[in-house]
Nanobody, 124 residues
Framework: QVQLVESGGGLVQAGGSLRLSCAAS????????VAWFRQAPGKEREFVAA????????SYADSVKGRYTIARDNAKNTVYLQMNSLKPEDTAVYLC?????????????????WGQGTQVTVSS
């Protein structure tokens, strides 16, 4: 059972940056592919970025490509999401998810483990 805890959210002005962290309790976290999703009020959960278990493969939603970077440190059981050039439309709860299924999966049902989320608010 993998437990995921997100941190690093907050309030930032448009154009600013934040770095989110997703820390796992499980020693075998390095065998899981991990993704970040986000969900704004009244909207469906949306894929943001994914990283393979090894960290060698990454993928991004078009809306964040070039602004966000996903990375992981398996020695620390942690995945990061560096968010730059933030926009008000990036405002959402950001959640990390883990899976041993296919690398780069973009649909929520493909992930079996979820964190509680961290709020990111970007003011204009």
């Amino acid at each position: 059972q993998v437990q995921l805890v997100e941190s690093g959210g907050g309030l930032v002005q448009a154009g600013g940056s934040l770095r989110l962290s997703c820390a796992a309790s499980e020693r075998t976290f390095s065998t899981y592919n991990v993704a970040w999703f986000r969900q704004a009020p009244g909207k469906e959960r949306e894929f943001v970025a994914a990283i393979s278990a090894s960290g060698r493969s990454t993928s991004y939603a078009d809306s964040v490509k070039g602004r966000y970077t996903i990375a992981r440190d398996n020695a620390k059981n942690t995945v990061y999401l560096q968010m730059n050039s933030l926009k008000p439309e990036d405002t959402a709860v950001y959640l990390c998810a883990a899976s041993r299924l296919r690398v780069g999966a973009t649909r929520p049902y493909e992930y079996g483990y979820w964190g509680q989320g961290t709020q990111v608010t970007v003011s204009s």
